[in-house]
């Protein structure tokens, strides 16, 4: 059985997951509506890989006898200036993240459930990843300025990428 504070930060954090999911979705949508479908697509796959994680932790929860609590999920930001915006906003988004599993992982350590730590330790890693992509395209959008044939070339990029394997 896995200790109640553990339990009840879990699910905090299976709320945050489905909360990124949710202002992904939103915000791919904003870039199918802008026309930039490489764009969307993109949030498209970080919406899915939001859900993905939230089930890799509501699955860890019950796994470990603990009870699933999911809350309500605040309404999503859908309008931005631009590309540039919209990713920095993703970039908040997942640096908010990397705190917030930093902080389940101390709770585990504190608490002595190896279990937790190690389950968490994927995250942790993901985290690295999800920010990394999401600095990159920061730092090409900035190169780009207000180049349309630079914006074109990245949704074209951005389109191409391909699903990671779901759970
Ligand atoms: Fe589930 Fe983008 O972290």
Redesign the pocket.
């Given at each position: 059985m896995i200790h109640e504070e553990l339990q009840d930060a879990l699910n905090a954090q299976i709320n945050q997951?489905l909360s990124?999911a949710y202002n992904y979705l939103a915000i791919s949508a904003y870039f199918d509506e802008e026309n930039l479908d490489g764009f969307a697509k993109w949030m498209l796959l970080?919406y899915n890989?939001?859900l993905d994680?939230a089930q890799r932790l509501k699955n860890y929860l019950l796994d470990r006898g603990g009870h699933l609590c999911l809350d309500a999920i605040a309404k999503p930001r859908s309008q931005f200036t631009g590309p540039l915006e919209a990713f920095e906003f993703s970039m908040l988004?997942?640096q908010h993240?990397t705190k917030s599993i930093n902080n389940l992982y101390e709770i585990a350590l504190r608490l002595n459930d190896h279990a937790t730590k190690s389950q968490l330790q994927w995250?942790l890693d993901?985290?690295v990843e999800?920010e990394k992509s999401v600095e990159e395209v920061i730092k090409t959008l900035q190169r780009i300025g207000g180049d349309v044939a630079g914006l074109l070339y990245l949704n074209d990029k951005l389109g191409a990428r391909q699903p990671e394997t779901s759970i």
């Open positions: 997951e990124a970080q890989e939001e994680h988004q997942e993240n995250f993901e985290q999800e």
